[in-house]
C-alpha cells in the first residue's frame, strides 16, 4: 500500500460503501491513481503524509478521535455524507434514534469542521453541511459502467413484473403507494410485484400469488443482476429527509432499460424526463394510470427504457470519476 494516493474509509459495506466509496476509487483508479478502500483503516494508508484520507460518516467516538488526530497534523481529509443525517424520520427508529444522540451529532459537527472538504450528493445536501464547512463538492452518484449493456432476465411469459428494491427504511414512502399499487395489481391480473430487500409486499397485504420477495442482497452488483423488473417504482415522501435524497433508484432501472414510476419529490423531479424515461406522479390515482399505460403498450414501454438507458450513459462512474477526482485531488 506504500505511495498510495487516496484511501476510502467507509463505514459500511452495503449500498452507502459501495457507491460512495468503493465505486469512486475505481473511477479513480481509471484515472491513473493509486487507491485503496476498506472500512477499517490500514497503518499504512494512516501513516503515510501524502495519502488523501476520504471519510464517510464519520460520527462513532474511536473513527472521530482518529479523523480529529488526524486533522490535528495537517492531514488532507475528504469528509463524505449522502444522507441528511439531521432529519431521519421517526419510521426508520434504529437511524433516527443513533442520528438523534446529542453526541453523535457533534461529532457529525465537529468532523466535518475539521475537513479539508466535504462531498455530497445533492444540492439540498450541500446547503445543509455548508453551514459548518463552506468547501462542499457535490458529486451525484454514478453506476458501474457494466450495467448499462447489461440485460436483466425479465420474464417472457406475459406478465408483467412491477419492481423496487432496498432496504427496511422506506415505510412512510411506500406509505405514498400501497393502496394504489395493491388495487393496480387485482384489477390486472397479468402482472406481480417483485420486492427485493425488504418485503413490503407483504407490508402492503399484497396477496402472496400476485408478488415475488428475494431476500436482502448485500453485495451491490449482485443486487443490481437481481433486478428483473418491466417497470420500476420508486415511492417517496415529501419529507425533508427525502428532499435531500438522490435519484439512484431511477439511475439503477434506467441504466438497465427500465422505465420508472416515481414520486414527484425533489429527487426525481431533478432526474425523470416525464414522458420519456418515465413518469412522475403527483396525485395518487395517477400510479394505477402510469403503471396501466406502461403494461398494456409494450411498444411505448421499450421506448421509454431505451431512452433512459441513453440518460444514465451520461451518469456511470467514468463520467463521474473527474468529479471525484476534483474534489479529492483539486
Known sequence: MADLDVFGWAADETGCGFYRIAL???????????????????????DIPGTVIVGQRVCKPEPSKLWQQL??????????????????DASSPVAHEYFARPEIRAALQRNIEVATAVTVTTDPLAERVAQWNPNVHIVPNAVPDWLVDHQPQQR?????????????THAMDFDQVADQLRRFLTRNPGTEFHCIGNNYATWMRIPANRARFTPWVANVEDFLRTIDYHVGIAPLRPHVFNQAKSALKALEAGALGIPI?????????????DGTTGYLVRRDHEWAA???SLAYEPDMRREMGMAAREQARQHTITQTAPLWEKAILG
Open 24 to 46: 469512486p476509487m475505481q473511477g479513480l483508479t481509471g484515472l491513473g491513481h493509486r487507491v485503496a478502500h476498506s472500512m477499517k483503516m490500514p497503518s499504512e494508508a494512516r
Open 290 to 292: 402510469c403503471l396501466r
Open 261 to 273: 414510476v416515481a414520486s414527484a419529490v425533489r429527487p426525481y423531479e431533478d432526474y425523470v424526463w
Open 156 to 168: 417472457d411469459d406475459g406478465v408483467l413484473t412491477i419492481g423496487w428494491g432496498g432496504s427496511a
Open 71 to 88: 486533522a490535528k497534523q495537517g492531514r488532507k481529509l475528504i469528509y463524505e455524507v449522502d444522507d441528511d443525517l439531521w432529519n431521519v
